[in-house]
């Protein structure tokens, strides 16, 4: 498995915007990319949108 670093804009309505970084493992970058979205999609409060993949 191969580390990848994917980058978000997370917004909240109360905090604002700010730049937000998670680790993901997978065997490629279009997983990486799936991976990412799912994080992408599970933000609860506020917006997250994805900016970037890349290796670590």
């Known amino acids: 498995m191969k580390k990848y670093i994917a ?3 997370r917004y909240n309505p ?3 915007t700010s730049t ?8 490629t970058l279009v997983s990486a ?4 979205r799912t994080i ?10 994805l900016e970037s993949v890349v290796p670590a």
């Open 40 to 49: 992408d999609d599970k933000c609860v409060y506020g917006s997250m949108t």
């Open 20 to 27: 937000r970084t998670f680790t993901v493992e997978a065997r």
């Open 14 to 16: 109360q905090l604002g």
């Open 33 to 36: 990319n799936k991976k990412a």
């Open 7 to 9: 980058t978000f804009k």
